[in-house]
C-alpha cells in the first residue's frame, strides 16, 4: 500500500526575516527527504490533489537515484487502481519535480483524471 503524497514528513515554517532561526533549524532539513516530498507532491500537484482523491505517492532514494511509484483509484469507487512509476538522478529538487509531474503524465495517460 503506498501512502498519501508527503506522509510523514515534517514542515516547519518560519518568517523569512528570522535569520537566527533559519540558522538554528538548519540541521533539521534532510535534503533526501525533501528531494522525495519534492517529487511525491509534483504528482498530487499534477493531479489537482486534495484530501479526498484517491491518489497516492512514495519516493525513495537509492544508490544516487530517486524512485517514485503512484497510484490512483477511481473516485467513484470503480475497482480499477492505476499505477505508475519512474526514476530519475537525485540531483535536485527540480529534478525530483519533473519526475513528479512524468508519472503524474503517466497515470493520465491510462485514464486518470
Known amino acids: ?10 514542515g516547519i515554517e518560519i ?17 533526501e527527504t525533501w528531494r522525495s ?7 498530487s500537484r499534477a493531479m489537482g490533489g486534495s484530501c479526498s482523491m484517491p491518489l497516492a505517492a512514495f519516493a525513495t532514494l537509492e544508490q544516487g537515484a530517486i524512485h517514485l ?17 519512474g526514476t530519475a538522478p537525485a540531483g ?3 529534478g525530483a519535480a519533473a519526475l513528479g509531474e512524468q508519472v503524474a503524465a503517466q497515470l493520465r495517460a491510462q485514464g486518470a483524471r
Do not use: F, Y
Open 92 to 94: 535536485d529538487l527540480t
Open 1 to 10: 500500500m503506498l501512502p498519501a503524497a508527503g506522509q510523514g514528513a515534517l
Open 69 to 85: 511509484k503512484a497510484a490512483w483509484g477511481d473516485p467513484e469507487g470503480g475497482a480499477t487502481l492505476l499505477t505508475a512509476h
Open 37 to 43: 516530498v519534492s517529487a511525491e507532491r509534483a504528482v
Open 15 to 31: 518568517r523569512a526575516d528570522r535569520a537566527d532561526l533559519i540558522t538554528a533549524l538548519a540541521p533539521l532539513a534532510h535534503p
